[in-house]
């Protein structure tokens, strides 16, 4: 079974940083495609961002170009997400997942962490 767990999360005010980690709890890790997700209340679970297993790849939700960035780093098996710039419409649960193909459903992930709040003040 594939154990992620997320931390990171807390209240911040708008414009400020947060970085999320997620340690990952398997041996497959590195050949994992890992990404993260975000859940606004009343809203569907969206995609956010995702790495290739190497770390050379990466996809962002447009809501994240430019102001976050995934990064992993398999010898710690953690992936990370650095939210800079941050917006009230960035309040959301964010969870980490992984996957085994390259892609940003949410259906696609097959593994999930129990996420961590993030709050964004205005």
């Known amino acids: 079974q594939v154990q992620l767990v997320e931390s990171g999360g807390g209240l911040v005010q708008a414009g400020g940083s947060l970085r999320l980690s997620c340690a990952a709890a398997?041996?497959?890790?590195?050949?994992?495609?890992m990404g993260w997700f975000r859940q606004a209340p009343g809203k569907e679970r969206e995609f956010v961002a995702a790495?290739?297993?190497?770390?050379?790849?990466?996809k962002y939700a447009d809501s994240a170009k430019g102001r976050f960035t995934i990064s992993r780093d398999n010898a710690k098996i953690t992936v990370y997400l650095q939210m800079n710039s941050l917006k009230p419409e960035d309040t959301a649960v964010y969870y980490c997942?992984?996957?085994?193909?390259?892609?940003?459903?949410?259906?696609?992930?097959?593994?999930w962490g129990q996420g961590t709040q993030v709050t964004v003040s205005s």
């Open positions: 790495i290739d297993p190497s770390g050379g790849a990466t």
């Open positions: 997942a992984a996957s085994s193909i390259f892609v940003t459903g949410v259906t696609e992930y097959d593994f």
């Open positions: 398997y041996s497959t890790f590195a050949r994992k495609f």
